[in-house]
DNA sequence: CGGCTTTTTGAAAACCCTCAATCCATGTGG
DNA sequence: CCACATGGATTGAGGGTTTTCAAAAAGCCG
């Protein structure tokens, strides 16, 4: 029946993360009107001011919270973090610098959300973006854009859940995570979270993503220092599988 | 490695569903102010006869194709599809009398929807959507509360697949059903899809859903009648593990 | 260098999947 | 009206992938 084992661990390097990712890259809604991505339009939102910096494994909002504010990362990463009551744990999603999140959470959160490295968060009031969105048609585009290409992205965690194996998940994860941090040379990518959040991001457990990196150093995809993960050969960590 | 061996299958009693459920109940994004439902919007959005007849199985949208519309179904019971190259499938979703799809495509639908039953969907051009919403702040406000209830439900798919065992899905599914469903007395679901889309919609196996319902007829949870499926102990499906 | 936590590795067990046969419902035709 | 064919659902046996349990290895920090 697995019970969940492996707890919270707050761990990892502390990376700053300094560069602000191109998140939602490409996903326009229908005109390439909007040129302003929700990211930076929540920057120009609040009188600065309003942010908290939040100790790593810290919770920043609490599951069932009621919604009033919603969220950007500014510094460090976040996890979206979905608890049973006997302890296991989904992690629906990691957020990077610039990203936002809580604004689909109706009446309240659904999910709790916790600081995966020390991180820097800008607490925006929901009435603030509401009021935004009727101010300016530009804004509340954004807006949908943004919740097309969230909405967008976690359906296709649905499918790497339901349907592939331990192995592509992995894999996935990595080239992932290789787009979003955009780190450096030609596939570094240096993992601000720890097996654990890993694993319940990937619906596994941390034996089994352990594995999957072993096999895959085996077989010289990638190599693994730690936090820190060489990709060798993009080609084996990607093909057949992807969705058509 | 799993490669799908059940295909389409469209199957099952073509049931009426003369109802239009009452989705999305009881998310408000923050005011009660918004009464109505993006479902009663869309109704009063396109002068009605942009609807089109889909025969069982048929497709309406595919994956990959441009979003230039979004849907609504009035009639029957429509399924969203994600295919992988070697056939594997994953169904991200069940749409029923009222519910709106295809908002989240971006510049293309990332699934393909297709009629589980026979089924009359409407269709509505974004840019209809779009100038609605720089229209009406209140039809705006309606689309964003719709967003942020689909991803929200979403994301407990998410907590399923990745965290949930095959008895817990397949109970979790049939209280899905019957309250999106609604019908008749006490616990009475009359499943409009077949194993295959059960299983796919899972992350599971027809067998597995078979198991899974055998087991809990001989426990007395349900009666089970081919597609006709008796909730006769609430409890035992829904107990422990829900979300805390 | 200890003491801590996280990660890795190993062996065994569990769960779910695969393959295959049977059952059942429905529809067709003799 | 019944035999037969068809397609889905169920059931059984066996195997594979992932999990569980357990221990060793590797990092991190005082």
Redesign the pocket.
Known sequence: ???A?????????TLSLGHTGPLQTGTLWREPAAEKGLSAWFGSLVPAGNTARIERGQEIVGQDDPALFCFQVQEGVVRCVHRLEDGRRQVSEFLLPGDVFGLDAGATHAFAAEAVTEATIRKVRFSAVEAEAEADPRFAQALRQHMAAQAKAIRGRLVLLGRL???ERVAAFLLEMNDRLGQGPLGQVDLPM???DM?DYL????????????EM?RSGAIA????RILIRNRRALAPEAMLH
């Open positions: 029946m697995r019970i084992r492996d707890m919270p661990c707050p761990q990892a390097p194996t331990a192995a720890c097996r654990s694993a619906g596994l457990t941390i034996e089994t993503v352990s594995r999957c990196l072993a150093k693994v220092k730690g936090a």
